[in-house]
């Protein structure tokens, strides 16, 4: 099976623009649909991203997801970062037996 | 309003099961399946396999196969999520979520904390 790989933590400043990495190991990161979960401490997962770039309601726009095939990695991205948007971040897709698989996870600081 | 609402913790021993239920209201319940996901502490998240809410058709992740059952009682609206032969590195909150709909949002349960130790 393929695993997801993301960088253990990234940080930035309010205001600013932050991108977070998913790379697919072996096969195609077209292939399957890329999923975004921010996770906060006490809190249950929620959906930033479905379907590579997909909001569901109530996201603001600030989040945006994309893929690159030529990296074969999927990507988020959150501008104007706010305080609140701290958080672990984790990227999922589906195996060719529509197992989810998840990544390790991104630790998003915002200073 | 889409509710998914879970058991309360638990502290097993070693060897033992644990069964988690995850109580929903507000959608029809057969429409949409549930999966299960485990985070332990100080871990990142883990899918353990999902169950149909229409035809409790499941798919369990391999790393489970061996030791999870997902059932459901569609007349109560409920999902459960059973581990077997329970091990130390089993302790972990595990949460329910329902399929995605079309406007793409899907829900969680709050959440379960399973310990487990001697």
């Known amino acids: 099976n393929f695993m997801l790989i993301q960088p253990h933590s990234v940080s930035e400043s309010p205001g600013k623009t932050v991108t977070i990495s998913c790379t697919r190991s072996?096969?195609?990161?077209?292939?399957?649909?890329v999923q975004w979960y921010q996770k906060r401490p006490g809190s249950s997962p929620t959906t930033v991203i479905y379907?590579?770039?997909?909001?569901p309601s109530g996201v603001p726009d600030r989040f945006s997801g994309s893929i690159d095939s030529s990296s074969n990695s999927a990507s988020l991205t959150i501008s104007g970062l706010k305080t609140e948007d701290e958080g672990d971040y984790y990227c999922q897709s589906y195996d060719s037996s529509r197992r989810w698989v998840f990544g390790g996870g991104t630790k998003l600081t915002v200073l | 309003q889409v509710q998914l609402v879970q058991s309360g913790g638990e502290v097993k021993k070693p060897g033992a099961s644990v069964k988690v239920s995850c109580k929903t209201s507000?959608?029809?319940?057969?429409?949409?399946?549930i999966s299960w996901v485990r985070q332990a502490p100080g871990q990142g998240l883990e899918w353990m396999g999902w169950?149909?809410?229409?035809?409790?058709?499941?798919n369990y992740a391999q790393k489970f196969q061996d030791r999870v059952t997902m059932t459901t009682d569609t007349s109560r609206s409920i999902g459960y999520m059973e581990l077997r032969s329970l091990r130390s590195d089993d302790t972990a909150v595990y949460y329910c979520a329902r399929d995605r709909d079309m406007p793409g949002n899907d829900f969680w349960g709050q959440g379960t904390l399973v310990t487990v130790s001697s």
């Open positions: 072996s096969g195609s990161i077209a292939s399957n649909y």
């Open positions: 507000g959608y029809t319940f057969i429409s949409y399946g």
């Open positions: 169950i149909s809410g229409y035809d409790d058709s499941t």
């Open positions: 379907e590579e770039s997909q909001r």
